[in-house]
C-alpha cells in the first residue's frame, strides 16, 4: 500500500498570508495525485488534479506542484473561507489512499 | 453537471449489514472508462478508501475491508451500491460516493450509526 504523508498536520497562518502544504507518498505516483479542501460538514471538494490543474471553478490563489514522490500545494494569499482541512490522495495503484491531513487555521 | 446522492438507513443494528446507494445523474455509470468508488470518514478523522467498481462490473476493495464489502453496478437505474456486512460501532462514519479514482464529483455523504 502507497503511503500518503502530509505535513504539517495543523498550519497556523494569517489571512493574506501565503500557506504551504506537502504530501509525500512511500513511492513513486507520477501525477495520479488529487488536492481536496474540506469544510466542516461538507464533502470534499477536488482542488488540484494531476499535481498541478486547478479544478474548474478554483481560484488562481490555489496552485500545486511536484510529481513521483514530493507534492505541494500553495495557497498565494488566504482567504477567511480557505481555513480548512486539507487532504491529497493517491489513484497510482489500488488500494487508494489518503493523507491524513492538514488543518489550516486562523 | 453531475450529481451524485447517496441514500439508505442512517441506524444500522451490530453484526447486521449496512447497505447504501448511490444514485447517479448528469453522466451514465455504464460509460466506458469510467470508475465509481465509495469513501467513508469516521467522526474527527481522515478519509478512508472502501472501494471502487468500473463500468465493466470489476471491483476493488481496500484490503482492510475487503472480507465484508461488495459494491456493485444497476445500470438500469444508474446507481451503484455498497454493501458492507458484519457492521461494528467501528463503522459508523459519513459515507460518500463519488466518480472516478480522482474523485471529481462527490456525493453530499450520508451519515451512518451503528448502535443497537
Known amino acids: 500500500e502507497i503511503v500518503m504523508t502530509q505535513s504539517p498536520a495543523t498550519l497556523s497562518v494569517s489571512p493574506g498570508e501565503r500557506a504551504t502544504l506537502s504530501c509525500r507518498a512511500s513511492?513513486?505516483?507520477?501525477?495520479?495525485f488529487v488536492w481536496y479542501q474540506q469544510r466542516p460538514g461538507q464533502a470534499p471538494r477536488p482542488l488540484i488534479f494531476g499535481a498541478s490543474t486547478r479544478a474548474t471553478g478554483i481560484p488562481a490563489r490555489f496552485s500545486g506542484s511536484g510529481s513521483g514522490t514530493e507534492f505541494t500545494l500553495t495557497i498565494s494569499s488566504m482567504q477567511s473561507e480557505d481555513f480548512a482541512v486539507y487532504y491529497c490522495q493517491q489513484f497510482s495503484k489500488w488500494p487508494i489512499t489518503f493523507g491524513q491531513g492538514t488543518r489550516l487555521e486562523i | 453537471q453531475v450529481q451524485l446522492q447517496e441514500s439508505g438507513p442512517g441506524l444500522v443494528k451490530p453484526s447486521e449489514t449496512l447497505s447504501l446507494t448511490c444514485t447517479v445523474s448528469g453522466d451514465s455509470i455504464g460509460r466506458s472508462g469510467h470508475y465509481w468508488g465509495w469513501i467513508r470518514q469516521s467522526p474527527g478523522t481522515g478519509l478512508e478508501w472502501i472501494g471502487s467498481?468500473?463500468?465493466?462490473?470489476?471491483?476493488y476493495y481496500n484490503p482492510s475491508l475487503k472480507s465484508r464489502v461488495t459494491i456493485s453496478l444497476d445500470t438500469s437505474k444508474n446507481q451503484f451500491s455498497l454493501n458492507l456486512s458484519s457492521v461494528t460501532a467501528a463503522d459508523t462514519a459519513v459515507y460518500y460516493c463519488?466518480?472516478?479514482?480522482?474523485?471529481?464529483?462527490w456525493g453530499q455523504g450520508t451519515l451512518v450509526t451503528v448502535s443497537s
Open positions: 513511492q513513486s505516483i507520477s501525477t495520479n
Open positions: 467498481i468500473y463500468y465493466s462490473g470489476s471491483t
Open positions: 463519488a466518480r472516478r479514482n480522482n474523485f471529481d464529483y
